[in-house]
């Protein structure tokens, strides 16, 4: 059965520090993969996307996303975490054909802390 | 900015009532889609569409109805609403030109059945 996991529930980060929010996929081919933001009471935010090419995609707010086939992976990152980056985050996989639904991971709240 | 919108934000409303919770999207995008999410929780598809006319079920059993006359409007109707309904419901859309086009979502609407 085709699966994302997002491993961790909660992540706690300090301001300025880099963070890494982890996302595995269980998917034949090579399909889409996308990180989404949603702050309390929105709806879900895009961030950024891979559909191929250089392994590192850059997104919205400074993020970025690191891309490894070999483990199936899509971890997102950032840098130096903000306050405003507290949010929680999810992590999608769409197939690459026969289908546009989109599987989405758990989730994964993420706190920065001042 | 993606322009999606649903109404109400917010619904609070008795046992038994009819119910239709409204998504407008003025994308022309073809690809529409309901999730439900209790608050801060994974999502949950419940229905979709591919086009005009075109409705399906998601993976999530779920008592509400869809339809789809126009491009740009997805309502999803519960016939007689129950305590069990009450959740957080997403609407999203998604272009079918290109390749792995990320959804956009509407901010929600709440529902809380009493």
């Known amino acids: 059965a085709q699966s994302v996991a997002q491993p961790e529930d909660q992540v706690n980060v300090a301001e300025g520090n880099p963070l890494t929010v982890k996302c595995t996929y269980s998917?034949?081919?090579?399909?889409?993969l996308f990180w989404y933001v949603q702050y309390p009471n929105r709806g879900l935010q895009f961030l950024l996307k891979?559909?191929?090419?250089?392994?590192l995609v850059k997104g919205s707010y400074g993020f970025e996303a690191e891309f490894n086939k070999s483990q199936t992976s899509f971890h997102l990152k950032k840098p130096s975490a903000l306050v405003s980056d507290s949010a929680l985050y999810f992590c999608?996989?769409?197939?690459?054909?026969?289908?546009?639904?989109?599987?989405f991971g758990t989730g994964t709240r993420l706190k920065v802390l001042a | 900015e993606a322009d999606i919108y649903q109404t109400p934000r917010y619904l609070v409303i008795g046992t038994g009532k009819k119910i239709t919770l409204e998504c407008s999207q003025t994308?022309?995008?073809?690809?529409m889609y309901w999730y439900q999410q209790d608050p801060g929780m994974e999502l949950h598809l419940i229905h979709y569409?591919?086009?005009?006319?075109?409705?399906e079920k998601g993976d999530l059993s779920s008592e509400s109805t869809v339809s789809r006359i126009r491009t740009e409007h997805f309502p999803l109707t519960l016939e007689s609403a129950r305590p069990s309904h009450t959740s957080q419901y997403l609407c999203?859309?998604?272009?079918?030109?290109?390749?792995?086009?990320?959804?956009?979502f509407g901010d929600g609407t709440r529902l809380s059945i009493l």
């Open positions: 569409s591919y086009g005009v006319n075109s409705t």
């Open positions: 999608a996989v769409r197939p690459p054909s026969g289908t546009y639904k989109y599987i």
């Open positions: 998917v034949s081919g090579n399909p889409y």
């Open positions: 999203a859309s998604s272009e079918s030109q290109g390749s792995g086009q990320p959804q956009h």
């Open positions: 994308m022309g995008h073809d690809k």
């Open positions: 891979y559909i191929t090419g250089d392994n």
